[in-house]
Structure formats: C-alpha cells, structure tokens
C-alpha cells in the first residue's frame, strides 16, 4: 500500500463547476497535510494545508480532513481554466522523518 | 522575500558524467529538502538537510550524495549518470526541524531539468 494515495485522473470538470479531489494515506499519525498545484512543466506550489478535522476555506478553495477515516480532500469551487493543472496531495508523517510524502498528482482539466 | 532558487534551470550530461545541482533556500530557512520527479511520475524524496547535516535520504543508490553549507545552501551531486536519472530535481526548503515547525510546509524552487544522453 502507498503511503499517499491519489486518484491520477484525468479529471475533467466544466467551467463553474465543482471539482473533487481525493486523497488517502497510511499512516494514522500524520498530523499536518497539503494540497500542492503544479502546472506542466513547473514546480509544485502550495495552495492549501490543513492540520484539524473538518473543513477549512480559502477563497474558491476548501480543504477537508477526516482523520478517522485517513482521507484528505480538496475542493475547487466555481472551476475556471487556469484551474487545469496535476494536484499534489502531501502528508507529514510522525516520527524523526519530518520530510513530507507525495502522492501521485490527480490531473485535472476544467474545460471551457 | 526571495524565494527558494535552483541553478541551473537545464543540465544535460552524457551517461557516466556527474552533475552538480544548487540551491538557496528562503533566507532564515535552515532545512533543504531534495526531490526527484521523473516524467509522469510523483515527488521521490531524496535527501534532507538541516543546519549543515543530512538528516534522512529517501531510497536512491549511494551516488546521489550532497552537502549543505554554513549559509544553508545546499549541493546535490548525482555520479555516475545513468538515463534514467533524467528529470526534474527540485530543492525545497523550510524554516527547521524543531518542533515548532513540525507542521511547516515545503516551499519550492523551480527545478533543474537534467537530462542524461
């Protein structure tokens, strides 16, 4: 089992609409977790983290995190264009090894 | 604030050569982090330093090596190219391993895309 699992996609999403994405992880004691976006051909930049259960909201974005259940999602609300791009969901796994994990990328398209 | 810098953008090494990436963190940043990403796949962790030591290494042969120097910038070497070392190398950094900064996230520079020949 990955540490870090995502839906690679490609996700396809109308403008305006609501885009999904979906992450899992292995290790019950993660405490700290991140959504990262990254354009073809650039590096990852940070668009959200979130470190208690429940929803936090940032602009168009919203993070959720069930710990219980080891799931953390990112939603995109009112999708526009420029929002196309590979989502990088990321942990901070317990112990000594404070780097993060990443998990594969969720390719989205909002399409025009 | 300048953010974390790479050079050079683009490296391109015949198989056998070794390579030599750069990277300054964000100024007050004392961890640097080394990932790879090869085409179409994730983030692999490759090394972490702090304050002038290597931390922990991800799961890469020994001719993946590197430095951190007193300004907290950091080196990665690569011996030995092979192909499949080709992609993109990219430096991260944040402000430390103490514990207040457990939870920082990683911020990254743009990458040096090297390619093997």
């Known amino acids: 089992q990955k540490e870090v699992e995502q839906n690679s996609g490609p996700l396809s999403v109308p403008e305006g609409a609501i885009a999904s994405l979906n992450c899992t992880y292995s290790?019950?004691?993660?405490?700290?977790f991140f959504w990262y976006r990254q354009y073809s051909g650039k590096s990852p930049e940070l668009i959200m983290f979130?470190?208690?259960?429940g929803d936090k909201e940032d602009g168009r974005f919203t993070a959720q995190l069930n710990k219980a259940s080891q799931y953390v999602s990112l939603l995109i609300r009112d999708s526009q264009p420029s929002d196309s791009a590979t989502y990088l969901c990321?942990?901070?796994?317990?112990?000594?090894?404070?780097?993060?994990?990443f998990g594969s990328g969720t390719q989205l398209t909002v399409l025009p | 604030e300048a953010g974390v810098t790479q050079s050079p953008t683009h490296l391109i090494k015949t198989r056998g050569q070794q390579a030599t990436l750069r990277c300054s963190p964000i100024s007050g940043h004392t961890s640097v982090y080394w990932y790879q990403q090869a085409l179409g796949l994730g983030l692999q962790f490759l090394l972490w330093y702090d304050e002038g030591e290597e931390r922990n290494r991800g799961n890469f042969p020994p001719r993946f090596s590197g430095r951190q120097f007193p300004n907290y910038s950091s080196e990665l070497n690569v011996n030995a190219l092979e192909l499949e070392d080709s992609a993109l190398y990219l430096c991260a950094s944040s402000p430390g391993r103490r514990p207040i900064f457990d939870n920082s996230p990683l911020h990254f520079g743009n990458g040096t895309r090297l390619t093997v020949t």
């Open positions: 990321a942990v901070h796994p317990p112990g000594s090894a404070r780097q993060l994990t």
């Open positions: 290790d019950r004691g993660s405490q700290s």
């Open positions: 979130i470190y208690s259960n």
